[in-house]
């Protein structure tokens, strides 16, 4: 699902200036120096960043880069739209990732416009070569579900809140050379609430701490990033950043990058943090995970379509997982799991961009690797895919910025009785973007069939909605419907196909640069066979007041 605002991110909003129903000239990117005139009606204040760009967005921004503004550094083309495309996250005033902000800019004190730019850049000597910058996130979150997880958890009637405090400090030590930090602390409540464990609740701990090399070399911007960090280069729909949750996913090891005018590529080598630890700074490196690879991003040449301008970009990728014990657990006859060591190798496509008023994104997956069970270490083959799209439409010239698409994502199944052979299921453990297939969140990729058309608008320049009506099908009957951790067990077999449907609407209000709120609404209806399985519909709320700087 792309909702309408990332509700686990709100950084992803920001506040842009009114632009005249005039022209607008685009700035130049300075590797490419193109020029381009677009003609736009007046842009609401609100730009949010759900997904990955462009599409998802509710509005279109303007400008060579596709924007209108932005603190992200320098990186040409690949800062178009929300910037994702950079491969360090969305960037609007702020950012997924803080340390992908720059905020050089404020050295020149005549820019500093809002009362926290005194924090953002902070000169420690008298160049101001060295300077520091905070960021900070408080998030508040409360959600209600009448009949949690398809009516498989007992804590009917669950009202769950979450706090989640998130800041950090950038160093900069010259143009070449950083060091970032940032603390988390997390803690939750409710009445019949359940699940609750070290990814809801954190004692004060290091969330990241790594230090950045920069430097030019064969005509790229290149870096070298070792630590803790998050890692953002995938694509959303395969692996983001574990928002649902009050602590997110962090990674230790190293990461490469180098960033020519149209080309980009990335490759990294992480062990996942073990955040289990309920003592105050005591999060170690969990071995058993690990997470490798490397990524390529072409931007063709820009064109025009209908009138109006086309760009896009080209990933391809390569993604290894490594997982050991219950985390790389596999179903098994009847409602047993197996747990072992599992590699998944995932090579994948993704083409995104717009083309005129349409806007697109499209990609495949091929997910080969191994399965060894625990303790005999017999091992069988993994073959598996995905394929995510999200095709739409945006009015040309509306008032409202409407925006019509239709989403349909497959994830293959397999057959959970077969105990040897090529296993078909395909998983994606490191959580997808939150509500990118349903904000419930009780559906999860793999074994899947998803379709869900959407429509977008921007009503006021700072409140926005979607409403969206996705529907769900099992790829095969011979696998179970697979949880975020799992799978579900039903009180008798379930022997259907349709799952059931899901209408949503997402409301999002940017209250001002620093605070705002999101809120979402679902019924999930399951389906007559379903139900017949001890399954159960649900009706699910959800509401993320926060601020940040």
């Given at each position: ?361 499209v990609g495949g997956i091929w997910q080969g ?159 007559n066979a379903l139900n017949r399985a001890g ?15």
């Open positions: 699902m792309v909702p309408l605002a990332h509700a686990q991110s709100p950084a992803l909003h920001h506040t842009t200036p009114a632009v005249t129903p005039a022209t607008v000239s685009a700035s130049k990117v300075p590797t490419t120096h193109e020029n381009i005139t677009v003609h736009a009606p007046p842009l609401p204040s609100i730009v949010l960043y759900p997904h990955a760009t462009p599409t998802g967005q509710p509005v279109r921004t303007t400008g060579a880069q596709g924007r209108t503004s932005g603190r992200q550094y320098d990186w040409g083309v690949f800062n178009r739209g929300n910037g994702e495309a950079a491969g360090f996250g969305p960037v609007g005033q702020y950012g997924v990732a803080p340390w992908a902000e720059d905020w050089s800019r404020l050295r020149d004190k005549s820019k500093r416009t809002d009362p926290f730019d005194v924090l953002k850049y902070i000169a420690l000597n008298e160049s101001g070569s060295i300077w520091l910058s905070f960021s900070g996130e408080t998030r508040l979150r409360n959600w209600f579900e009448s009949r949690p997880n398809l009516g498989t958890q007992k804590n009917n009637d669950s009202g769950r809140f979450g706090v989640r405090n998130l800041y950090g400090a950038d160093l900069h030590l010259g143009s070449h050379v950083r060091l970032f930090g940032q603390l988390i602390n997390a803690d939750a409540g409710g009445w019949n609430y359940y699940g609750y464990g070290s990814t809801y609740r954190k004692r004060l701990d290091a969330q990241q701490a790594f230090i950045e090399t920069r430097w030019n070399m064969l005509g790229a911007k290149s870096g070298f990033i070792f630590g803790r960090q998050q890692f953002l280069d995938a694509p959303s729909y395969m692996l983001y950043n574990r928002e649902t949750p009050n602590v997110p996913l962090s990674w230790n090891g190293f990461r490469g990058y180098m960033v020519w005018p149209r080309l980009r590529i990335d490759g990294w080598d992480f062990v996942q943090t073990n955040d289990a630890e309920t003592r105050l700074f005591h999060d170690t490196e969990n071995y058993n995970t690990r997470l490798y690879g490397f990524n390529m991003s072409w931007a063709p040449p820009d064109g025009h379509f209908m009138g109006d301008r086309s760009y896009s970009f080209l990933d391809t990728f390569y993604v290894g997982y490594k997982l050991s014990g219950s985390s790389g657990a596999i179903a098994g006859p009847g409602t047993s799991s197996n747990n072992g060591s599992n590699t998944r190798n995932n090579f994948g496509v993704r083409w995104h961009g717009l083309a005129g008023p349409f806007e697109f994104s690797g191994t399965f060894r069970y625990a303790k005999t270490d017999r091992a069988r083959s993994v073959s598996g895919y995905a394929i995510n799209t999200l095709v739409g439409y945006r009015i040309p010239k509306d008032r409202f910025h409407t925006f019509f698409g239709l989403q349909t994502d497959v994830y293959s199944g397999g057959n959970k009785n077969k105990t040897n052979g090529t296993i078909g299921t395909y998983i994606s453990p490191f959580n997808p973007q939150t509500n990118y297939l349903d904000t419930t969140t009780y559906m999860t990729g793999s074994n899947l069939i998803s379709f869900a058309p959407l429509v977008r608008a921007t009503f006021f320049k700072s409140v926005s909605l979607q409403v969206k009506y996705p529907l769900y099908w099992r790829y095969s009957t011979q696998d179970p419907i697979y949880r975020s951790s799992g799978f579900y067990k039903f009180a008798h077999n379930f022997d259907g196909k349709f799952i059931g449907m899901a209408p949503q609407a997402s409301l999002a209000w940017q209250i001002n640069a620093h605070v705002s709120w999101t809120q979402y609404v679902s019924r999930f209806m399951t389906s399954g159960s519909s649900a009706t699910y709320y959800q509401s993320n007041f926060v601020f940040r700087f």
